[in-house]
């Protein structure tokens, strides 16, 4: 990571990520051109928080124009790392790996899913209904070299997780997505996005709480 994508508050990186998305609809839609306040109402933010995030990188736009969207999104692509597509494994092919693997969001979207890994015999072997193929864990290492695999999922119990970390960063990976209930000790220079999906519901069900 550079000093400068160092300093980049990670709020803006993720409206970057809605940037992109909203982007790329107008884009299949037709749209050549688009404004910060169109931006800005489609991702429900102020168009000067769109205009600061955006100037952050460059003058992009034209003043009484807007945004030429097919160059912006090919821009902020770019500043995400997703202009050319980053591999993937998944390690853990139970029911949440196969959903991530099979997530169609994926495709097109700067990410292939290049594996899915296991140690169950009755999985090693299969393919997901997106066609990936589930490998034994064994070939891990492996399979990140050949493929050149900068991202891994883990979609293992926690008590595995640490395990799973350390062979994951020993093959190359320098980004994990974990979904294991555990945080995660890391060396410098490996980014790690915890996602908990109970947590995430816990903190509905307190938001909940008093509105029924």
Same mark, same amino acid.
């Given at each position: /990571?550079?000093?400068?994508?160092?300093?980049?508050? &990670?709020?803006?990186?993720?409206?970057?990520?809605?940037?992109?998305?909203? $982007? %790329?609809?107008? &884009?299949? #839609?037709? %749209?050549?051109?688009?404004?910060?306040?169109?931006?800005?109402?489609?991702?429900?933010?102020?168009? %000067?928080?769109?205009?600061? *995030? $955006?100037?952050?990188?460059?003058? =992009?736009?034209?003043?009484?124009?807007?945004? *030429?969207?097919? &160059? $912006?999104?090919?821009?902020?692509?770019?500043?995400?790392?997703?202009?050319?597509?980053?591999?993937?494994?998944?390690?853990?092919?139970? #029911?949440?790996?196969?959903?991530?693997?099979?997530?169609?969001? =994926?495709?097109?979207?700067?990410?292939?899913?290049?594996?899915?890994?296991?140690?169950?015999?009755?999985?090693?072997?299969? /393919?997901?209904?997106?066609?990936?193929?589930?490998?034994?864990? *064994?070939?891990? &290492?492996?399979?990140?070299?050949?493929?050149?695999?900068?991202?891994? /999922?883990?979609?293992?119990?926690?008590?595995?997780?640490?395990?799973?970390?350390?062979?994951?960063?020993?093959?190359?990976?320098?980004?994990?997505? #974990?979904? %294991?209930?555990?945080?995660?000790?890391?060396?410098?220079?490996?980014?790690?996005? #915890?996602?908990?999906?109970?947590?995430?519901?816990?903190?509905?069900? =307190?938001?909940?709480?008093?509105?029924?």
């Amino acid at each position: /990571m550079s000093d400068d994508q160092a300093r980049i508050p &990670e709020a803006t990186t993720r409206r970057l990520s809605l940037y992109l998305r909203v $982007l %790329a609809d107008l &884009e299949r #839609n037709g %749209a050549d051109t688009v404004s910060s306040r169109g931006i800005a109402d489609l991702c429900r933010l102020n168009p %000067a928080q769109v205009r600061k *995030d $955006l100037s952050r990188f460059g003058a =992009f736009g034209v003043r009484g124009v807007g945004y *030429d969207v097919a &160059e $912006l999104r090919q821009i902020v692509a770019g500043l995400l790392g997703v202009d050319t597509d980053s591999r993937v494994v998944i390690v853990g092919a139970g #029911n949440l790996g196969q959903a991530l693997a099979d997530y169609p969001g =994926f495709h097109g979207g700067g990410f292939e899913v290049v594996a899915l890994f296991d140690v169950r015999e009755e999985i090693v072997g299969t /393919m997901s209904r997106r066609g990936h193929p589930v490998h034994h864990i *064994d070939e891990l &290492e492996r399979i990140i070299r050949d493929a050149d695999v900068r991202i891994g /999922m883990v979609a293992v119990p926690a008590a595995k997780a640490a395990e799973v970390v350390e062979r994951l960063v020993g093959g190359g990976v320098r980004g994990l997505v #974990n979904f %294991a209930p555990v945080r995660l000790d890391v060396p410098e220079g490996i980014a790690v996005r #915890n996602v908990d999906l109970t947590v995430e519901l816990e903190s509905l069900s =307190f938001f909940l709480r008093d509105r029924k």
